[in-house]
């Protein structure tokens, strides 16, 4: 390599980002720990459900608010994965979004058109699904900011078959985390005008004990009745609506008129 070409090199993004001690996992995290506050981490402690038997169990809050993770890490934007992938491992919840936030961003950036980079953006996806199957995306936050992006937009426009079985593979597994991301990652596709892929999941979740997925199905079911076609949305509901917990049929008919909704809660 000619010393201009090296120099180039050198000096390219990607290099840089390799090469500045600064973006790193320690220092994120070190930020993030000096942006906290004791008052808030409580707080957020109670409203994550830390406590023994709830869905958030032993997870350790340093109390920063999500706008004030949101400024920290846009200073950390251009982090390499392997760091991000590091600070995933955190047993701090904010340092494990702010790793979420990075790795969304890096993933939005590598999709310009003038510089897409298919193979960042599939290894993005495959270090996030590591994370989630490793446990390390284990709070309804931390998937509603990352799945939509790093499993459904990459399985609807990168994908290379096989998306709707991952999907099948992760709403049947036993983890509650699992599950959402697999329907969180759906609303890449209602976004697109696609309700195929939440149409093939809604239906084999209506039993699932957790309100936590009541919540999350509902949710998407509302955004096809929205975004897809109104349609689409009651004709499952004339055939579902029966089964459906209530507070997943409450947030699937949230738009609907008062009397719609009142004759789909009376088919309960």
């Known amino acids: 390599m000619t010393d201009a070409a090296s120099n180039a090199a050198a000096s390219s993004p990607a290099s840089r980002a390799r090469s500045d001690p600064a973006l790193t996992a320690g220092a994120l995290a070190a930020a993030l720990d000096a942006a906290g506050d004791p008052v808030d981490a409580e707080f957020l402690q109670r409203f994550f459900k830390t406590g023994p038997g709830q869905y958030g169990e032993g997870d350790v809050f340093v109390g920063v608010r999500v706008p004030a993770t949101r400024a920290i890490v846009k200073g950390f934007e251009r982090m390499p994965l392997a760091e991000a992938s590091a600070l995933l491992e955190s047993p701090v919840h904010e340092h494990r979004l702010a790793a979420l936030f990075v790795m969304v961003r890096r993933f939005e950036v590598a999709g310009r058109p003038r510089t897409r ?40 426009a990168d994908g290379q078959g096989g998306g709707l079985a ?103």
């Open 117 to 156: 980079d298919d193979a960042a953006r599939a290894e993005l996806h495959a270090a996030y699904l590591d994370a989630v199957r490793a446990g390390h995306v284990n709070n309804w936050d931390l998937v509603d900011s990352s799945a939509e992006y790093l499993v459904g937009e990459f399985l609807r």
């Open 166 to 268: 991952l999907l099948d593979e992760l709403a049947a597994s036993g983890s509650l985390w699992d599950r959402r991301v697999a329907v969180l990652a759906t609303f890449a596709f209602i976004k697109a005008g696609d309700a195929g892929p939440i149409l093939r999941l809604a239906p084999n979740l209506l039993d699932d004990r957790e309100d936590l997925m009541h919540k999350a199905v509902g949710w998407m079911l509302r955004e096809t009745g929205k975004r897809v076609d109104r349609d689409v949305l009651t004709e499952f509901l004339d055939e579902h609506a029966p089964r459906m917990p209530r507070t997943m049929l409450s947030y699937a008919t949230e738009h609907l008129s008062p009397e719609e909704r009142a004759f789909y809660r009376a088919l309960r």
